[in-house]
């Protein structure tokens, strides 16, 4: 069938609407009608060259309406609501305990190109085109793995279009490297840096877990007002600070986790220098390197340093569980939103690279108010 998808030529090209083919489901996979989709900071990388093969369609945090099936598939039905995650093969010894993130082929199946088989379903003048994800949800319609599928409850009386970026980078990153990684007892203390959307939701997580004090990091004061709004205890302009002689003062003992959102190696250094003896330093953002000096800052006082993928959740159990949080006013995503037409997709990333809307959403039909 013939679909309309914003199509990234080259390295660091705008998005161009173009009409392509789209091959029919297999067994396996599902056909899905797009409401709308997240944008993401791995979007932006995949725009500039740095994850998948070009051309590509990008998107990776779609939501959308089931309608076709393939012969196997039994999770879904035509007409269903659903929200569109990560890849994952579901057979290797990770994902078998659970741990779908951590897939031994996670890389392969969501950046190199081809589906699960190895052959692509999207094609424009007889050429392939890259998928991303899974899913290349920047798109009218297009064709998963029934692995890459969350369905949403009958009874989530919810805008379909606010719910795409529960899928994948953004939101379920980081509240689930709060709540299904560090798992925090209540009472315990916890500092974010950097308030993107990687960020503000790992407040939200922090909130939902009870932590008694919630630090967050940022150089956008607007951020971190943002950040306030949503649950920390304490906002901190890092031009302004030092922020481990800060950190020394509130909390003499040292914090009990730390998160990093930038991958910023300065910063990543302070997550760790503000850990009491024991604690855990979570790193998200995508860095590059770092010198840090074993003994002195991890070894000596048993602090852990670990990296964590997609927020460390199953998709199929953690995204149900957010929507539930949204709906009982727990989880506000929407004020981090703000809803583009699919026309005016390269609009919304200008915005969102130059920091005037936090979490755009690029709309294939018109979303309705959330409940």
Sequence with gaps: MKVTAAVVNGEKRDFELEEIELDAPKDNEVLIKLVATGVCHTDVAGQDGLTTPMPVVLGHEGAGIVEQVGAAVSSVKPGD??????????????????????????????????????????????????????????????????????????????????????????????????????????????????????????????????????????????????????????????????????????????????????????????????LRPAGTCVLIGIGGDIQINVMNDLLAESKKLVGVVEGDSIPQEYIPKLIKYYQDGKFPLDKLIKVYDFQDINQAFADFKAGKVFKPISATQPPRRAV
């Design 81 to 274: 609501k659903v929200i569109l995650s990560f890849s994952y093969c579901g057979k290797c010894r990770n994902c078998l305990e659970g741990h779908p993130g951590m897939c031994e082929k996670f890389n392969d199946l969501n950046f190199a190109g081809p589906n699960f088989d190895g052959t692509h379903r999207m094609h424009k003048d007889r050429h392939d085109l890259s998928l991303f994800f899974g899913q290349s949800s920047f798109v009218t319609y297009t064709v998963v793995d029934e692995h890459n599928i969350v369905k949403v409850p009958d009874d989530a009386d919810v805008d379909l279009a606010y719910l795409g970026p529960l899928g994948c980078c953004g939101l379920q990153t980081g509240s689930g490297s709060v709540l299904n990684y560090l798992k925090p007892e209540p009472g315990a203390t916890i500092a974010i840096f950097g308030m993107g959307p990687v960020g503000l939701s790992a407040v939200m997580g922090a909130k939902i877990a009870e932590a008694s004090r919630i630090l967050v990091f940022d150089l956008n004061d607007q951020r971190l007002a943002m950040a306030k709004e949503l649950g920390a205890t304490d906002v901190f302009n890092s031009k302004d600070i030092d922020v481990e002689a800060t950190v020394k003062e509130l909390i003499p003992g040292g914090i009990d986790y730390s998160l990093d959102t930038t991958g910023n190696g300065f910063v990543i250094k302070n997550a760790i220098h503000i």
